[in-house]
């Protein structure tokens, strides 16, 4: 059981936050790498970025939902129940997998080449998606490793596998794109499959560190790998909610980036700028998301439900501690930041305006995450999924009132940000102020 003191929240904290920052400087790196060998690569990479994220947060659910159940046996103590949720989870993810890769491989392209205005970038955006769609085959078993590792506490893991991912792919990213040290040229089918690859090795990692430990062994994590019905009811019953709202939060954002492609490549390429940079803001938001999940589930099933409120305070004055220090760069010099990701000075002034702007935005998201997150980990995940349809759905409506119908400027069209997040925190705050989600049953 995880006291609640703030050296060990930032002992669970820090290593995703590290793990998060790692992907992030590999996000900037792929912009900053990708840009400088052509901007249409540069826009295609990011909106195919997208999409394959899009897909894969319907595993992460799947992974959340885990962490939640494996949490709360933890916190209850029914350490023998924690091998059948982790085989089932496995597997479920497994199915998720194939299905997504069918729907990226062969459904996604045509369908964006159908819509795009751009044909270049359409068809380029296509054959990123294609390469990168293979990710998913090593996705479903990060996944579900890393929720059994996240609810234990056992963050660290995690942070080696990020770091990992993240050297493997700077290094095939600069091989692969440029044509360096014997490889190939190969652009922007370089950069998918580096980032392919480089997932690939993050997952090696974790299988075999899973393997060779102890937890395998006294937990029975490998002796579960078949169809338990009642397992997998439990699973789908808090994961499938959590799966449907990351696939709803990040396809309505790959539909706003759509409706800029549509609108003008100088207002897409502005736009995948703050894109990139943008990831830096998630950093201790998604760290310390994780970590409100596993103490919420697990002090819920230990009955300690009274000191949960101390804890997302705790929680809440680290986050928008850390985000200050993430993300001041901001606010005091976008324009360096902008420049490394995209050296053009076309886009530089109009990027900048944007960035500062947004930071508002983002310290009202990072305080009132905690609360959304609340429920995830009390296991009100249908709940929580209709939060989030609500916000998705005003979100949406205001992002295509001000791209398509109004057409106003770049720079007004990323209100939709304050939007979205000051919708989040009033419709989280007044479900936990509203009703009885302490006894939910997982």
């Given at each position: 059981?995880?006291?609640?003191?703030?050296?060990?929240?930032?002992?669970?904290?820090?290593?995703?936050?590290?793990?998060?920052?790692?992907?992030?400087?590999?996000?900037?790196?792929?912009?900053?790498?990708?840009?400088?060998?052509?901007?249409?690569?540069?826009?295609?990479?990011?909106?195919?970025?997208?999409?394959?994220?899009?897909?894969?947060?319907?595993?992460?659910?799947?992974?959340?939902?885990?962490?939640?159940?494996?949490?709360?046996?933890?916190?209850?103590?029914?350490?023998?129940?924690?091998?059948?949720?982790?085989?089932?989870?496995?597997?479920?993810?497994?199915?998720?997998?194939?299905?997504?890769?069918?729907?990226?491989?062969?459904?996604?392209?045509?369908?964006?080449?159908?819509?795009?205005?751009?044909?270049?970038?359409?068809?380029?955006?296509?054959?990123?998606?294609?390469?990168?769609?293979?990710?998913?085959?090593?996705?479903?078993?990060?996944?579900?490793?890393?929720a059994f590792f996240l609810?234990?506490?056992?963050?660290?893991?995690?942070?080696?596998?990020?770091?990992?991912?993240?050297?493997?792919?700077?290094?095939?990213?600069?091989?692969?794109?440029?044509?360096?040290?014997?490889?190939?040229?190969?652009?922007?089918?370089?950069?998918?499959?580096?980032?392919?690859?480089a997932d690939g090795m993050?997952?090696?990692?974790?299988?075999?560190?899973?393997?060779?430990?102890?937890?395998?062994?006294?937990?029975?994590?490998?002796?579960?790998?078949?169809?338990?019905?009642?397992?997998?009811?439990?699973?789908?019953?808090?994961?499938?909610?959590?799966?449907?709202?990351?696939?709803?939060?990040?396809?309505?954002?790959?539909?706003?980036?759509?409706?800029?492609?549509?609108?003008?490549?100088?207002?897409?390429?502005?736009?995948?700028?703050?894109?990139?940079?943008?990831?830096?803001?998630?950093?201790?938001?998604?760290?310390?998301?994780?970590?409100?999940?596993?103490?919420?589930?697990?002090?819920?099933?230990?009955?300690?439900?009274?000191?949960?409120?101390?804890?997302?305070?705790?929680?809440?004055?680290?986050?928008?501690?850390?985000?200050?220090?993430?993300?001041?760069?901001?606010?005091?010099?976008?324009?360096?930041?902008?420049?490394?990701?995209?050296?053009?000075?076309?886009?530089?002034?109009?990027?900048?305006?944007?960035?500062?702007?947004?930071?508002?935005?983002?310290?009202?998201?990072?305080?009132?995450?905690?609360?959304?997150?609340?429920?995830h980990g009390s296991g009100?995940?249908?709940?929580?999924?209709?939060?989030?349809?609500?916000?998705?759905?005003?979100?949406?409506?205001?992002?295509?009132?001000?791209?398509?119908?109004?057409?106003?400027?770049?720079?007004?069209?990323?209100?939709?940000?304050?939007?979205?997040?000051?919708?989040?925190?009033?419709?989280?705050?007044?479900?936990?102020?509203?009703?009885?989600?302490?006894?939910?049953?997982?």
């Amino acid at each position: 059981m995880l006291d609640y003191s703030y050296k060990q929240i930032l002992k669970v904290a820090i290593p995703m936050m590290i793990s998060g920052f790692i992907q992030s400087i590999v996000m900037i790196t792929d912009s900053a790498f990708i840009s400088r060998y052509s901007t249409e690569a540069f826009d295609a990479v990011g909106n195919g970025s997208l999409a394959y994220i899009t897909m894969f947060m319907c595993l992460l659910g799947m992974g959340d939902g885990a962490q939640i159940i494996i949490a709360r046996r933890f916190g209850s103590h029914q350490a023998s129940r924690i091998g059948r949720v982790f085989g089932t989870s496995v597997l479920t993810n497994l199915l998720l997998a194939i299905l997504l890769f069918v729907i990226l491989y062969f459904v996604m392209p045509p369908q964006i080449a159908a819509y795009s205005k751009n044909e270049s970038i359409a068809s380029l955006q296509g054959q990123f998606i294609q390469i990168r769609s293979f990710a998913l085959f090593f996705a479903f078993v990060t996944v579900s490793i890393q929720a059994f590792f996240l609810a234990k506490g056992k963050t660290w893991v995690v942070l080696i596998s990020a770091l990992i991912t993240a050297l493997s792919n700077v290094l095939l990213d600069y091989t692969l794109i440029f044509g360096k040290l014997g490889m190939p040229e190969m652009g922007l089918e370089g950069a998918a499959l580096a980032s392919t690859l480089a997932d690939g090795m993050g997952m090696l990692f974790l299988l075999i560190f899973l393997l060779i430990s102890d937890d395998a062994r006294s937990l029975k994590l490998f002796q579960y790998f078949s169809f338990n019905f009642r397992s997998m009811k439990e699973l789908l019953k808090v994961g499938s909610p959590l799966m449907l709202q990351g696939f709803l939060a990040l396809a309505t954002w790959t539909l706003f980036f759509t409706w800029l492609e549509r609108k003008g490549e100088f207002d897409l390429t502005v736009s995948q700028n703050i894109r990139s940079i943008y990831f830096l803001a998630f950093v201790p938001i998604w760290g310390f998301a994780g970590t409100t999940k596993t103490y919420v589930s697990q002090y819920l099933g230990a009955k300690r439900d009274d000191e949960i409120p101390k804890i997302q305070g705790r929680i809440q004055r680290l986050t928008i501690g850390f985000l200050i220090i993430s993300f001041h760069g901001a606010l005091f010099y976008p324009e360096t930041l902008i420049q490394f990701i995209n050296p053009e000075e076309i886009y530089l002034e109009k990027s900048a305006e944007i960035l500062r702007f947004i930071v508002g935005s983002i310290l009202i998201y990072g305080f009132v995450s905690v609360y959304f997150q609340t429920i995830h980990g009390s296991g009100n995940t249908i709940h929580s999924m209709l939060i989030e349809l609500t916000t998705v759905i005003i979100y949406s409506i205001a992002s295509y009132l001000l791209i398509v119908e109004w057409q106003v400027d770049v720079f007004w069209i990323w209100t939709v940000e304050y939007i979205y997040f000051v919708s989040l925190g009033i419709l989280s705050i007044g479900y936990l102020k509203s009703f009885n989600w302490k006894n939910k049953k997982v």
